[in-house]
């Protein structure tokens, strides 16, 4: 009986230690390494070792939870086999080369609690599906080419705490319903091609401690209401078409609420 449960215990040992993550995830890396022009990455993979040996890949048991291949050297585009990863909880592909539109299949990566894109070069409009994403607590797209209106269905995230979508070339106004996003902590929509008021629904989101709306084309005054909100520590509306000229202030709440008091062109706007 002993030599039975030895026996069992080692066939168990060499099982788990053989425990691979499933073919259709490795093929989709496989494709991730092919489509962005892998022989020329700063880091390469060898394909011919085990996926736990290729950097930035992260596993848990047995399934990739984590892909960071920031800074690179990624060309060209992502392929549609990038949402075989089911299990992604973070998406890290910022400060590479990367084109053209997100591909359709990322919608399927509901593990998702960060997406970084930064500083590529994505274009089109931001996609409706990345409302998908329910978990999303992180979305940077910032510095891409990104055009269009702010997706209104990306105010149904309402688990982000960060969204940063400055750098584009976005147009229209900031949607009122953004209030939804009730958790979110940083708003950058610097310089784009913002147009129309601030909207006084923005102080419903008590949470907010950084606001970052330089560089638009934003018109009117900064609502009174802003004076409440209670973590605000910075504020970014320079550059713009306001009304009046609002000096930048990082890090200091005080000194917010006390420069928003103290603005004559400042008021209490009225919701529609």
């Known amino acids: 009986m002993k030599t039975f449960k030895l026996t069992f215990v080692c066939l168990f040992a060499m099982l788990f230690s053989f425990a691979q993550i499933p073919n259709t995830e490795k093929e989709a890396l496989i494709a991730i390494y092919n489509s962005t022009n892998g022989e020329k990455w700063n880091t390469k993979w060898d394909l011919t070792k085990e996926v736990k040996t290729w ?12 892909l960071n291949l920031t800074f690179n050297n990624l060309q060209g585009t992502l392929p549609e086999a990038i949402g075989n990863l089911k299990q992604l909880r973070s998406l890290n592909l910022g400060l590479n080369k990367l084109e053209g539109n997100l591909p359709k299949s ?42 269009g209106d702010i997706p209104i269905e990306l105010t149904r995230l309402t688990n982000l705490k960060e969204l940063q979508l400055g750098s584009n070339f976005l147009t229209g106004t900031i949607p009122t319903e953004i209030n939804a996003l009730v958790k979110l902590e940083k708003l950058s929509l610097i310089d784009n091609k913002l147009v129309g008021n601030i909207p006084v629904e923005l102080s419903d989101l008590t949470n907010l401690e950084e606001l970052i709306l330089s560089d638009n084309n934003l018109t009117g005054n900064v609502p009174l209401q802003f004076s409440k909100m209670p973590k605000l520590s910075t504020l970014m509306i320079s550059d713009n078409k306001m009304d009046a000229n609002y000096a930048t202030v990082v890090d200091d709440k005080a000194t917010i609420k006390k420069a928003l008091l103290n603005y004559n062109d400042t008021y209490v706007v009225e919701r529609d």
């Open 55 to 66: 950097t930035g890949v992260t596993i848990e048991n047995d399934h990739v939870v984590a």
């Open 106 to 147: 990322i919608s399927a990566l509901t593990q998702l609690t960060s997406l970084e894109l930064f500083l590529n070069q994505f274009r089109g409009t931001i996609p409706t599906f990345l409302a998908d994403l329910s978990k999303l607590e992180v979305l940077r797209l910032y510095s891409n080419a990104f055009i």
